[in-house]
T-cell receptor, first 114, second 113 residues
Framework: AQSVAQPEDQVNVAEGNPLTVKCTYS??????LFWYVQYPNRGLQFLLK??????LVKGSYGFEAEFNKSQTSFHLKKPSALVSDSALYFC????????????FGKGTRLSVIA | DGGITQSPKYLFRKEGQNVTLSCEQN?????MYWYRQDPGQGLRLIYY???????QKGDIAEGYSVSREKKESFPLTVTSAQKNPTAFYLC????????????FGDGTRLSIL
């Protein structure tokens, strides 16, 4: 079975500081990993994905994520947070062996304070 | 303009009533999905379809039904058997292989009168 854990319900960071939103996963084989962002009353927007290759993945709006196979983690990062980054962030996983629906974490609410 | 259209944006249901949520896509994607979102619980999969005229139950299918008669459309019916239907419902699509992301509509918020 596949699963995703986002251990923090809420992350607070000051504008201009670096931010990290944590994600760990569990799959039986190798993973495809995804990050999404959701603004109020909107659908999820795709930010970035890890398929294979370089462990550091760059995505939209200056976000990046680091895949760590030994720690089964895929943390989302940004060097300098903006107030407009405040939103709900979801990590998702799929085993590469099957074209099954993504399994999502419960989400982490990011608040960037000016 | 390519995308996923969910309608209506807001929907109200009376006790004992069935309601149908619409999801239409013009992305030519084979796979379509319905998720339910409740505060603090993330997204939970209701039903999904990987091809026309076929669909699979997700984790919380009880009280819901779907059809997939056309590639472009995947309507979700919330039946009177669903005792706690108040939630935000999200439709998603995916094309290509397992490495492709799912794309989401802007959701329908269902409330009970």
């Amino acid at each position: 079975a596949q699963s995703v854990a986002q251990p923090e319900d809420q992350v607070n960071v000051a504008e201009g500081n670096p931010l990290t939103v944590k994600c760990t996963y569990s799959v039986s084989g190798n993973p495809y990993l995804f990050w999404y962002v959701q603004y109020p009353n909107r659908g999820l927007q795709f930010l970035l994905k890890y398929i294979t290759g370089d462990n550091l993945v760059k995505g939209s709006y200056g976000f990046e994520a680091e895949f760590n196979k030994s720690q089964t983690s895929f943390h989302l990062k940004k060097p300098s947070a903006l107030v407009s980054d405040s939103a709900l962030y979801f990590c998702a996983v799929r085993d590469i062996a099957g074209n099954t629906p993504l399994v999502f974490g419960k989400g982490t609410r990011l608040s960037v304070i000016a | 303009d390519g995308g996923i259209t969910q309608s209506p944006k807001y929907l109200f249901r009376k006790e004992g009533q069935n309601v149908t949520l619409s999801c239409e896509q013009n992305l030519n994607h084979d796979a379509m999905y319905w998720y339910r979102q409740d505060p603090g619980q993330g997204l939970r999969l209701i039903y999904y379809s990987q091809i026309v005229n076929d669909f699979q139950k997700g984790d919380i299918a009880e009280g819901y039904s779907v059809s997939r008669e056309k590639k472009e459309s995947f309507p979700l019916t919330v039946t009177s058997a669903q005792k706690n239907p108040t939630a935000f419902y999200l439709c998603a699509t995916a094309g290509g292989g397992a490495g492709q992301p799912q794309h989401f509509g802007d959701g329908t918020r269902l409330s009970i009168l």
